[in-house]
């Protein structure tokens, strides 16, 4: 099973600056990694696939960067509504498909 | 737009099984060609991806989970199916049903599964 490990656990970034929130696989995955957003109460909600493909709808201040075994998700310009949890998870060489732990992030 | 709805037992006592259905509306399982997941969130804690089926039937599992999980699809009533036996207090969690399987673009609202006797 790849272990896929977030880091840090938790990042206090003022509004307006930018956050880059790390995603480290065990082994690699090549570019089968996927970023998801998830905000109290609601369902996760999928930001990027193939490490820096946006999905429909996700503003272009989020992007992803990476390959292998090391991930980046960074948001250029926090808004009041991106303070939420952010998992990434890997969708090669499954099964199983497996998350990430997650990394908190909150108003500085 | 595509929506997912969870319903099921809320409650379940250890030792018995859990048994939840997802209602797909605004696509159809059995002509979209995605699998269709099955992912759990006990409180506080991961994600963990339990599995998921094609309209064929053919099914792929968490291995942790595959000697006590079932999924099921009946393409007539657009609905697909998770069992979980022999449950104890670990599965309890906030169980959501989502289209995909690799990536989940579509999610339900989840719903909470509370083992308790």
């Known amino acids: 099973e790849i272990v896929m490990t977030q880091s840090p656990a938790t990042l206090s970034v003022s509004p307006g600056d930018r956050a880059a929130l790390s995603c480290r696989a065990s082994q690699s995955v090549s570019t089968g990694l996927a970023w998801y957003q998830q905000k109290p109460g609601q369902a996760p909600r999928l930001l990027i696939y193939?490490?820096?493909n946006r999905a429909t709808g996700i503003p272009a201040r989020f992007s992803g960067s990476g390959s292998g075994t090391e991930f980046t998700l960074t948001i250029s310009s926090l808004q009041s509504e991106d303070f939420a949890v952010y998992y990434c998870q890997h969708y090669n060489n499954w099964p199983p498909i497996t998350f990430g732990q997650g990394t908190r992030l909150e108003i500085k | 737009q595509l929506q997912l709805q969870e319903s099921g037992s809320g409650l379940v006592k250890p030792s018995q099984t859990l048994s939840l259905t997802c209602t797909v509306s605004g696509d159809s399982i059995s002509s979209s060609g995605y699998p269709w997941s099955w992912i759990r969130q006990p409180p506080g804690k991961d994600l963990e991806w339990i599995g998921y089926?094609?309209?064929?039937?053919?099914?792929y599992y968490n291995p942790s989970l595959k000697s006590r999980v079932t999924i099921s699809v009946d393409t007539s009533k657009n609905k697909f199916s998770l069992k979980l036996t022999s449950v104890t207090a670990a599965d309890t969690a906030l169980y959501y049903c989502a289209r995909g399987g690799g990536f989940f673009e579509y999610w339900g609202q989840g719903t909470l599964v509370t083992v308790s006797s």
């Open positions: 089926i094609y309209h064929s039937g053919s099914t």
């Open positions: 193939g490490a820096s």
